[in-house]
């Protein structure tokens, strides 16, 4: 079955120290994209690529940073830069297009040691 | 401000009910509007498209509308059943012909048997 694969579900990070989440999709999507979600609030976007090797800032890029070097793999490191850490992790894809759907997948959910 | 406005309370209803959840929207024309069904621990899942020209569409026991004057789109899920117990987000496009969809905070449904 085609899909998005996140790991891991869990992840703890200590202070100081950066950690990378995974994010695999084999639907073939030109485009991903990694949300944040915080309890009670709506999905907001850290980080989208259109094309392997170009990725673009969303609204929250502080302390994070990614990577685009083959299509179906969009990793995301959350940087000790990035003081408030704790949240639900969301990475998505969907064919390049306006109206087009997004395919999510299950999460990560980082908390802080 | 712009803003993307979904119940943050609870809706709750009796099972063979019909669910209306609202999603309203200030200062945006968007060209479509999306929902997704959100269950707890896991990643949203597409359910319905409405584009700006259409005023309602239909998906077996659920149905969009979309009032462009009104600034809102309405979810109905007819014969409600517990299953449907989930959180359903709306999301637009903000700039009006985007691939990159803003979300709503999300309005959580509880079917009660």
């Known amino acids: 079955d085609g899909g998005i694969t996140q790991s891991p579900k869990y992840l703890f990070r200590k202070e100081g120290q950066n950690v990378t989440l995974s994010c695999e999709q084999n639907l073939n999507h030109d485009a991903m994209y990694w949300y944040r979600q915080d309890p009670g609030q709506g999905l907001r976007l850290i980080y989208y690529?259109?094309?392997?090797?170009?990725?673009q800032k969303g609204d929250i890029a502080e302390g994070y940073s990614v990577s685009r070097e083959k299509k179906e793999s969009f990793p995301l490191t959350v940087t000790s830069a990035q003081k408030n850490p704790t949240a639900f992790y969301l990475c998505?894809?969907?064919?390049?297009?306006?109206?087009?759907?997004?395919?999510f997948g299950d999460g990560t959910r980082l908390s802080i040691l | 401000s712009q803003k993307i406005e979904q119940n943050s309370e609870a809706l709750n209803i009796q099972e063979g009910k019909t669910a209306t959840l609202t999603c309203n929207y200030t200062n945006y024309s968007p060209a479509y509007l999306q929902w997704y069904r959100q269950d707890p621990g896991r990643g949203p899942v597409f359910l319905l498209l409405?584009?700006?020209?259409?005023k309602e569409k239909r998906k077996e026991r659920l149905k969009v509308t979309f009032d462009t004057t009104l600034k809102q789109s309405l979810f109905h899920i007819t014969a409600s059943q517990p299953a449907d117990s989930a959180t359903y987000l709306c999301?637009?496009?903000?700039?009006?012909?985007?691939?990159?969809?803003?979300f709503g905070r999300g309005t959580s449904l509880i079917v009660h048997p």
């Open positions: 690529s259109q094309i392997v090797n170009d990725f």
């Open positions: 998505a894809s969907s064919i390049l297009g306006t109206d087009q759907p997004q395919h």
């Open positions: 999301a637009l496009d903000v700039t009006g012909g985007s691939y990159i969809p803003t």
């Open positions: 409405i584009r700006e020209n259409e």
